[in-house]
């Protein structure tokens, strides 16, 4: 009788731990910011539709004519993620459609211990993201909040991009 007691006393024990263990998982949330679209570089040249002489255009002939210009680079900010440990804010900068920089502009730094892991963590998804194109990296192992807020604002910039 005592053996049958102590094992389901044991056993509710047992499930009111595991049941009241709380994952890190979806620790992370985003808040709503405002949609921030920054040209990176500003080209001298007017597009090449426009005119001062009512929309027609003369070249002279033999000219040869200039190469377009490179697309501009365009910053998009994402939203911030509140994670448990600080904010994380991302910024991408596009350019021809693609990503051509991921910089982490918001992150925890409350103290030593985030910034060693903010340190080896943040260039490594920075990276990731130009070599992916998008948000689907890999989460660092030992900056796991952090990750999960990286990815957050990234996919809230990379959704204000288009891509």
Same mark, same amino acid.
Do not use: C, E
């Given at each position: 009788?005592?053996?049958?007691?102590s094992?389901?006393?044991s056993?509710?024990?047992i499930m /009111?731990?595991?049941?009241?263990y709380?994952?890190?998982?979806?620790?992370?949330t985003?808040?709503?910011?405002p /949609?921030?679209?920054?040209?990176? +570089? +500003?080209d001298?040249?007017?597009?090449?539709? %426009?005119s001062?002489?009512? !929309?027609t255009s003369?070249?002279?002939?033999?000219?040869?004519?200039?190469?377009?210009?490179?697309p $501009? @680079?365009? $910053?998009?900010?994402? !939203?911030? @993620?509140?994670t448990?440990?600080?904010?994380?804010?991302? #910024?991408?900068?596009? #350019?021809g !459609?693609k990503?051509t920089?991921a910089q982490?502009?918001q992150?925890?730094q409350g103290?030593?211990r985030d910034?060693?892991?903010?340190?080896? $963590?943040?260039?490594i998804?920075d990276?990731?993201v130009v070599?992916k194109? %998008? $948000? @689907?990296?890999?989460?660092? %192992? !030992?900056a796991?909040?952090t990750s999960?807020?990286?990815?957050?604002?990234?996919?809230? @910039?990379?959704?204000q991009a288009h891509?």
């Amino acid at each position: 009788m005592r053996r049958i007691v102590s094992t389901i006393l044991s056993t509710i024990s047992i499930m /009111v731990l595991l049941f009241s263990y709380h994952t890190s998982s979806s620790s992370a949330t985003i808040s709503a910011s405002p /949609v921030v679209q920054q040209p990176l +570089s +500003s080209d001298p040249n007017p597009p090449s539709g %426009s005119s001062k002489n009512g !929309g027609t255009s003369t070249t002279k002939p033999g000219a040869a004519a200039k190469p377009s210009p490179a697309p $501009a @680079a365009i $910053a998009y900010t994402g !939203g911030v @993620a509140s994670t448990r440990w600080g904010p994380v804010q991302v #910024r991408i900068t596009v #350019r021809g !459609g693609k990503i051509t920089r991921a910089q982490a502009v918001q992150y925890p730094q409350g103290n030593n211990r985030d910034g060693q892991i903010n340190g080896y $963590a943040l260039p490594i998804l920075d990276q990731a993201v130009v070599q992916k194109q %998008s $948000a @689907a990296i890999d989460t660092i %192992s !030992g900056a796991t909040v952090t990750s999960d807020g990286y990815l957050q604002s990234l996919q809230s @910039a990379i959704d204000q991009a288009h891509l």
